[in-house]
């Protein structure tokens, strides 16, 4: 299957509350487990939204998934956090935060069987340029909680580590920025 | 349960500085990769249920 033909048989579904998927396998249990059954609780508590990227003909072949909430991405002029601390006992500190609107994937996965046809870049392409085109409280940064073995695909497509704190856990934080998409 | 999403920390000091400055210099972004990611968002959002 081409890129192309890939486009004109799928469609991108907005999962409702009491829809579920009940078959996908993208090679890793733990994303596996997220879309067949956190999702629908996430979902539920209104913590994010999941899309699937599924077959128009046949809705329970489902090629992709991802889901989206809400997010910032916050500084402190402090050196630490153990600064900042003793310092927000003793004064009021809200005039040194500094916070930016995001948006983050929670999680992002391709089918074993739809790997390899660039379906992961053409749904961050789709994310990237959806805040952009329909931009309705503002959001600067799209940001990722990003599966170790993924990170390399989100490098490629952009996105930054926000630290290295995270350098040697299962998952790692990305951002992208989407000023970088402004003509110049 | 899956491994809950991780929330995106708080930025001190090296870090947050880095940021900033990451921010004020933008990645340049070709103009065949810009219009790479507006036709698929269009391919896409042509065929979307919102």
Same mark, same amino acid.
């Given at each position: 299957?081409?890129?192309?033909?890939?486009?004109?048989?799928?469609?991108?579904?907005?999962?409702?509350?009491?829809?579920?998927?009940?078959?996908?396998?993208?090679?890793?249990?733990?994303?596996?487990?997220?879309?067949?059954?956190?999702?629908?609780?996430?979902?539920?508590?209104?913590?994010?939204?999941?899309?699937?990227?599924?077959?128009?003909?046949?809705?329970?072949?489902?090629?992709?998934?991802?889901?989206?909430?809400?997010?910032?991405?916050?500084?402190?002029?402090?050196?630490?956090?153990?600064?900042?601390?003793?310092?927000?006992?003793?004064?009021?500190?809200?005039?040194?935060?500094?916070?930016?609107?995001?948006?983050?994937?929670?999680?992002?996965?391709?089918?074993?069987?739809?790997?390899?046809?660039?379906?992961?870049?053409?749904?961050?392409?789709?994310?990237?340029?959806?805040?952009?085109?329909?931009?309705?409280?503002?959001?600067?940064?799209?940001?990722?909680?990003?599966?170790?073995?993924?990170?390399?695909?989100?490098?490629?497509?952009?996105?930054?580590?926000?630290?290295?704190?995270?350098?040697?856990?299962?998952?790692?934080?990305?951002?992208?920025?989407?000023?970088?998409?402004?003509?110049? | 349960? !899956? *491994?809950?999403?991780?929330?995106?920390?708080?930025?001190?000091? /090296?870090? #947050? $500085?880095?940021?900033? !400055? *990451?921010?004020?210099?933008?990645?340049?972004?070709?103009?065949? /990769?810009? #219009? $790479?990611?507006?036709?698929?968002?269009?391919?896409?959002?042509?065929?979307?249920?919102?």
């Amino acid at each position: 299957m081409t890129e192309k033909e890939i486009k004109v048989q799928y469609k991108i579904y907005k999962l409702g509350e009491n829809e579920k998927v009940e078959s996908f396998d993208c090679g890793d249990a733990d994303l596996n487990d997220f879309i067949l059954n956190d999702a629908l609780l996430y979902r539920k508590e209104k913590l994010a939204v999941t899309y699937i990227y599924v077959n128009k003909q046949d809705e329970t072949k489902v090629a992709a998934f991802f889901c989206l909430s809400n997010d910032r991405i916050s500084l402190k002029d402090f050196e630490n956090k153990t600064k900042y601390n003793k310092f927000s006992r003793r004064f009021n500190n809200r005039k040194r935060l500094k916070s930016y609107p995001a948006a983050k994937i929670g999680r992002l996965g391709v089918d074993v069987s739809m790997k390899g046809l660039n379906i992961g870049t053409m749904l961050l392409d789709f994310i990237k340029h959806y805040f952009v085109a329909d931009n309705k409280t503002g959001c600067r940064f799209i940001t990722v909680d990003a599966y170790a073995d993924a990170v390399p695909f989100y490098l490629k497509n952009g996105f930054i580590p926000l630290n290295d704190d995270d350098i040697d856990e299962p998952t790692r934080l990305l951002y992208f920025d989407l000023n970088d998409l402004d003509e110049y | 349960m !899956a *491994r809950p999403i991780k929330e995106t920390p708080i930025l001190y000091g /090296e870090d #947050a $500085r880095r940021f900033e !400055a *990451r921010m004020k210099e933008r990645r340049r972004v070709s103009p065949e /990769e810009r #219009a $790479r990611i507006k036709a698929n968002y269009e391919a896409l959002i042509a065929t979307a249920n919102f």
